[in-house]
């Protein structure tokens, strides 16, 4: 345990002086090239404003008109028939969309049912099985103005099921 902390305290201080100490042996100016490289990360940031904005004014409308609470409650009798806990859909819908959105509804769960419960294990595992990837799809893809985005949205979407999917199974099988 003693190598695996040493080495991750000093990973990250070693890798920067590497890059200091090429830049010299190379002859690039480093610091200028950094101050560029944030030029163009804070005009990025502000191209992402408008993605952001409208992915979370979604979600909010999604959870505040009831209509989530309405659709789980549509689909519990077949979800308690095959074995899958109700309490978990709004993250398997959330996760996809936005990671801060999933992370307070994986922490009201863990709150309600504690972190030890069935359903508080689930949680954890979808919540590190799956991606945010309509977030992914629509703030880098529209950040560097990419169009048409079918392929990627459906592999996403099909792997985040997946994830959901195998998350429910292994947590059964070992937690059950």
């Keep these: 345990m003693g190598i695996i902390t040493a080495l991750s305290t000093w990973i990250i201080p070693s890798f920067l002086l590497i890059v200091l100490l090429t830049a010299v042996w190379k002859r690039i100016p480093a610091y200028e090239l950094f101050v560029e490289g944030g030029k163009e990360g804070v005009k990025m940031a502000f191209s992402l404003l408008p ?13 505040s008109s009831g209509a989530l609470e309405a659709f789980i409650n549509f689909i519990s009798p077949f979800l308690t028939w095959i074995g899958v806990p109700p309490d978990i859909i709004p993250l398997a819908l959330v996760r996809p969309i936005s990671g801060n959105a ?6 009201e769960l863990i709150a ?14 979808m919540q590190g099985s799956t991606d945010t990837t309509l977030y992914i799809l629509t703030v880098y893809f529209g950040a560097v103005g990419i169009k048409r985005m079918r392929y990627a949205v459906k592999v996403g979407l099909l792997a985040d099921l997946v994830g959901i999917i195998a998350s429910i199974i292994i947590v059964t099988l070992v937690f059950g």
């Design 112 to 125: 309600t049912h504690g972190p030890d419960s069935f359903i508080g294990r689930l949680a954890s595992t």
């Design 102 to 107: 999933a992370l307070g509804v994986m922490s």
């Design 51 to 63: 993605f952001l904005v409208g992915m979370l004014v979604s979600i909010s409308i999604l959870r």
